[in-house]
């Protein structure tokens, strides 16, 4: 199930999860040197983004961006789309394009899939279409479609609120 946590709320779980919450009340700790709150606040970005990057989709609110985006023609018979930096997206989960019959499989651009949409008789039909991600920002498809009927993706959100599967909150003690 999603729920969706304040920045200090997800803040919480990090340091319970770090041993460093709860705290005495009748304790005062001084650090000298070190900014423990910058510290913490890293740490946990850093989890999030690994989070976003790679844990299973389905863990995270996905949000739809196709008219974020904008698609033109590439040299090759492909149709190259980009979003803007604004658009937050960290990682693109499908994408459909006018004329397809179905969404397009997303493939890195290392992959063999990829590497066939190079020639005209090996690129990707309507029927199966590919998609080839260079990054969360920009990515070129095959065939080519006039339009972007649907382009859903995860995205930081507004920075100050995290929606996510709370399943994840377990792998915060094993990210350091």
């Given amino acids: 199930m999603l729920t969706t946590y304040t920045k200090d709320q997800l803040m919480a779980q990090w340091r319970l999860r770090h041993g460093l919450e709860p705290m ?24 999030w983004t690994e989070m976003t990057a790679n844990a299973p989709a389905e863990m995270f609110e996905q949000r739809e961006l196709w008219t974020r985006c904008t698609a033109k023609t590439a040299s090759g018979g492909g149709t190259d789309i980009e979003l803007p930096a604004s658009s937050g997206c960290r990682r693109i989960i499908s994408v459909k394009l006018s004329g397809w019959k179905r969404e397009g499989r997303l493939v890195t651009p290392d992959s063999q899939e990829a590497h066939l949409q190079k020639w005209e008789y090996t690129q990707a039909g309507a029927e199966s279409p590919v998609a080839i991600v260079y990054s969360p920002l920009h990515m070129r498809c095959f065939p080519e479609g006039e339009a972007v009927e649907s382009l859903r993706a995860i995205t930081d959100g507004d920075g100050e609120t995290f929606t996510m599967d709370s399943a994840l909150l377990a792998t915060m003690n094993k990210y350091s």
């Fill in 24 to 47: 005495r009340g009748d304790l005062t700790v001084e650090l000298d040197g070190i900014d423990s709150e910058a510290w913490d606040n890293a740490g946990l970005m850093d989890w």
